[in-house]
Structure formats: structure tokens, C-alpha cells
């Protein structure tokens, strides 16, 4: 998957990012804009916040996004949501405490392979 591609799935699945969205990408090559700079400017402090919240609902909703695009394995895709998304929150025992229970097998699974 290229990164428009990815960026509009953020948007398609998350419409409640779309504002923070385009403050990011519309200064810099708008859809085109690469997806490690909007997942990690745009979900991951999504994600941050859902867990200093506690907010289960976004919480389940983000890690079934992030599961599903793992499981499509592609290496673009994979590596937006490892080093982008997953890595923020990997070396916070606390966060990973927090979201575990909505990890999928994949998200799991490569979680443990980037703490190796």
C-alpha cells in the first residue's frame, strides 16, 4: 500500500482526525505526504492520549485498525504502523500494560519482535 493510500485509510476509519489531518499534510504535499509523518503526527498522539483517558472505546477501535493493516503484510504498511505508532508507546510499560488486552496475535506478535 502507498502512502496515499494508507493516509486516506486513516481518514476513512477515523474521520474524527480529519481537521488534525489536513494541518498536517496541507503545508507540506498534501495526500502525498508520507505516511510515517501522519501516523506518527496524527494517530500516535491519538493513541497517547486514549490511553492517558482510558478511553476503551478508541483504544479497541485504534488496535483493530492497526492489526488489520499488519495483517495485510506489507512491508510499507508494517513499518509505518512499527516505527510510527507502536514504537511510541513500546518502551512505556505502563502504556503497553494499558493496551494490551487490544492487541491482536499480529500486533503481538511484532511488538515482541521490536523489543528483541
Excluded at 43 to 64: D, G
Amino acid at each position: 500500500m502507498e502512502a496515499k493510500e494508507l493516509n486516506r485509510l486513516l481518514i476513512d476509519r477515523f474521520p474524527e482526525l480529519e481537521k488534525k489531518y489536513h494541518d498536517e499534510v496541507d503545508w507540506q504535499e498534501g495526500n502525498e505526504t508520507g505516511s510515517h509523518v501522519v501516523y506518527g503526527d496524527v494517530l500516535a498522539p491519538y493513541l497517547e492520549a486514549a490511553v492517558a483517558q482510558n478511553n476503551q472505546e478508541v483504544l479497541k477501535k485504534i488496535f483493530v485498525f492497526v492489526e488489520e493493516i499488519l495483517c495485510q503484510n506489507e512491508d510499507y504498511s508494517d513499518e509505518v504502523i512499527m516505527f510510527s505508532v507502536l514504537e511510541r508507546i513500546l518502551y512505556d510499560k505502563e502504556q503497553v500494560q494499558n493496551c494490551r488486552k487490544y492487541f491482536g496475535k499480529r500486533t503481538e506478535k511484532v511488538i515482541r519482535e521490536m523489543r528483541q
